[in-house]
Every structure is written in structure tokens, then in C-alpha cells.
């Protein structure tokens, strides 16, 4: 079993900044990808931001510039940088660890990162 945990979130004012972090337990998956999801209330989980281990990464185009993914691959750690936060980034954000882009298998609980107006 993989355990991701979550540590960061808080309440922010808008224009402020937050630093998430997620450590994995282990990587069952030599070539694997990390990456970082948010859900609102009453919308669907979105991608927020992914990262390759061989360091490409894909970014949601609300967050493109403001955000910033990062990870130290020899401590199963992945990193979410927020710049410039907006209300609309108010979210549960959940980390995750997959083969793919499109396949993550692994989940943590989530941060709940609040911005104020």
C-alpha cells in the first residue's frame, strides 16, 4: 500500500502565496507521475498541475504562471508552489502518484486551502 499525506493548506488573503507538500510513502513505480488535483465545493476534481519523473509537466491553463510543481524524487516528495492566489483557487487540494498523466492510482486526502477576498 502507498500513503500520500498532504501538509500545507490554510487560509490565505488573495494575491498571497502558498507552499504545498506531498510525501509518498514509497513509489511502487520506478518511472512514475505526481501531481496535484483540487476540488471546489459543488464542482467536479480537476488537474491542477503533473510532473513526470523525468521532469515534464503539464499545467492547468488558470494556473499557468502562478503556480509552480516541483519534486525531489529521492524523498517521493512533490511540491505545489501558489503565487498570486485568487478566491477561485479556494479548494480541497489532493495530491496523487500514477504511471501516467492520465492514470493516477495512489491518493491522498487532500489540504484544504482557503483564499480570502
Known amino acids: 500500500q502507498v500513503q500520500l499525506v498532504e501538509s500545507g493548506g490554510g487560509l490565505v488573503q488573495t494575491g498571497g502565496s502558498l507552499r504545498l507538500s506531498c510525501v509518498a510513502s514509497?513509489?511502487?513505480?520506478?518511472?512514475?507521475?505526481m501531481a496535484w488535483h483540487r476540488q471546489a465545493p459543488g464542482k467536479a476534481r480537476e488537474l491542477v498541475a503533473a510532473?513526470?519523473?523525468?521532469?515534464?509537466?503539464n499545467y492547468a491553463s488558470s494556473v499557468k504562471g502562478r503556480f509552480t510543481i516541483s519534486r525531489d524524487n529521492a524523498k517521493n516528495t512533490v511540491y505545489l508552489q501558489m503565487n498570486s492566489l485568487k478566491p477561485e483557487d479556494t479548494a480541497v487540494y489532493s495530491c496523487?502518484?500514477?504511471?501516467?498523466?492520465?492514470?493516477?492510482?495512489?491518493w491522498g486526502q487532500g489540504t484544504q486551502v482557503t483564499v480570502s477576498s
Open positions: 510532473m513526470h519523473s523525468s521532469g515534464i509537466t
Open positions: 496523487s502518484l500514477g504511471t501516467g498523466f492520465s492514470s493516477p492510482q495512489f
Open positions: 514509497r513509489s511502487p513505480f520506478s518511472v512514475n507521475v
